[in-house]
């Protein structure tokens, strides 16, 4: 038992001007949920790549980031006291990755270059590239004799000056070029966002002597919290982090800024309900006749509580889909990476946000439940309706 | 086509308003055959539309009986009556009452939604029902492309489609012109004699009440006076 279709359809656009508000409601909703979704997919995307037990990340001791530690040449060779540490097969040596961290100011192509970011530049050996093994080389690699760099892909995206041929001024003044040669990925993770160069020329360029990092790789049997424990200890005294943990501290901006979007989203979605269960209060006192004359015929109370909500979920799911083509005209036009502020680096990491099926559907459950919870209250006033004093009244 | 005897007996209702006790009928008898055409007539507030509401199903007595054929209404749940009423009862309102965004044969194919019927069996019963009331040419209008009795042909369409035991119409012509409101009384006589449906009309419009066969007068609650209309009566059993 129950209405037609195209009675609830029809119905939707009896009273347009309210249904077309509660659904751009219902869409401005579903665009901030699905970015926002995209987006903590991204983040989760990047932190699952870099996110490796068995990679540490070596710094000064207390120091929280790279950008902030400075390892003399005299303590990055205590590391050599590690006997859990992966061996480069040719030379039999534990494979240390000594890194070096400066920051650029690009422009970002999001605003046509009205503002800058600071981008990292990573000094690295050849070892970076075994240590850091996510790291895929597409094209040329920068020469050691050479001021040559390659770029990241998703910094490539996100930030200007960084096509194959440009020039990206470095050293203190920006006085020395190094020119982009090629790219490189990293599997979404946050080494994307960077630029890659031969770390001892990056270090003449600024005067360093010392790495800001050094990385490595544990062997299989290796305990990490033992190795943490022996870096930190007596006989070396740096910092040690698993790269997994390294990098959630850097993105703790981005799990706060997640946060308040999550939580505009809840608020929205509750601002949502209400405008949802106000269009549904007016359809059922615009209707009080109709409801009437339909339990009066014989449908019962559940049939028109059901029909409500299915008029409620039509309109939801109407502002779910334009909301999810809004989400997704947004990502076309400004862009689907989105770059975030490192908690403790000072530079720029950058995050590409895909709208996928499976956001696409948790959008929809989302406006189907919205839609629900709206229609519960009006479509239960409607249902418990007093057909006489109704029918009295028309 | 199906038919069905009404007897109403000791019928008391009352209502309750800021706890004040408000009787509006009072151990009314009333016996209404099978096929036969009932217009109850009387002031506002004489208990005519409430007693309607009884025998339709849509209220229950605070005292005595009310039987529509087989069924004693007062002894069902709201829940079965409410069932009972989409298979024996057609309702024809004042205001039509037709859903707006539906064409005619929508509005019509309404009550039959609540049967398990294949839809080639509605749509044929919604042509007949159409047909019969003389809008078979108009199935796909909506309710605001018709004419006010053109309406209430379609909401007549709409009491009649189920083959209902007994049809209750609450001042049919109450928002009809003269002409109108005749036409609209000639298809409740042709349901009454040619279908053989038991009728209930409340009216105050003492020509249309003269279109049934027995007129029942109300006051405060009681059956008053009762007129038999000798040529409708005769009318009938000839039919």
Known sequence: MALPLSYHWRNLFVRKNTTILTVLVIAAVVGVFTWMIGFRGAVNQSLSVAGEERKIIVLKKGATAESNSAIPIDEYNKLGQLNSVEKNPATGQPR?????????????????????????????????????????????????????????????????????????????GGDRGYKVVGYFSADGGPMESEIWGYLPSLMNAYNRTMYSSVSLRLTPDADPKEVIAQIEGPAIQLTGKTEKDYWKEQTKLTQIYLFVTGALVAVMSIAAVFAIANTMYAVVAGRTREIAMLRTIGFDGYTILRGLILESVMVSLMGGIIGCLGCAAWLEIAGNTKDMFGATTFTTMAFEIHLTPVIVVAAMIMVTLLGVVGALMPGLRAARLEVLTALREA | MSSAEIEVSQVRKVYYKDRLEIPVLDGLNLKIAAGEFVALMGPSGSGKSTLLHLVGGLDTPTGGSVRVGDAYLESMTERERTAWRSRHIGFIFQMYHLVPVLTAAQNVELPLLLFKMAANERKERVKTALTIVGL?????????????????????????????????????????????????????????????????????????????????????????REEINPVTVRESAVA
Do not use: C, W, Y
């Not at chain 1, 990755?97 to 690295?124: K, W, Y």
């Not at chain 1, 050996?125 to 093994?133: C, Q």
């Not at chain 2, 004419?147 to 083959?163: C, F, H, K, M, P």
């Not at chain 2, 419009?205 to 007129?215: E, G, L, M």
């Open chain 2, 136 to 224: 078979g040419d108009r199935m796909d209008h909506r309710p605001n492309q018709l004419s006010g009795g053109q309406e209430q042909r379609v909401a007549i369409a709409r009491a009649i489609v189920t083959d209902p035991d007994a049809i209750l119409a609450d001042e049919p012509t109450g928002d009809l012109d003269a002409k109108t409101s005749d036409e609209i009384l000639d298809l409740l006589n042709l349901l009454n004699s040619e279908f053989g449906k038991s009728i209930l009309m409340v009216t105050h419009d003492p020509k249309a009440a003269s279109r049934s066969n027995r007129i029942v007068h109300l006051e405060k609650g009681l059956l008053e």
């Open chain 1, 96 to 172: 240390f990755s000594p890194e070096m961290i400066i920051q650029v100011s690009l422009p970002r192509l999001a605003d046509g270059g009205m503002t800058f970011a600071n981008v990292a530049v990573r000094g690295v050996t050849d070892d970076a590239f075994v240590v850091h093994s996510n790291v895929k080389e597409l094209g040329t690699r920068f020469s050691v004799a050479e001021r040559e760099v390659i770029v990241g892909v998703a910094a490539s995206k996100q930030f200007g000056g960084l096509n194959i041929g440009d020039i990206v001024n470095i050293g203190f």
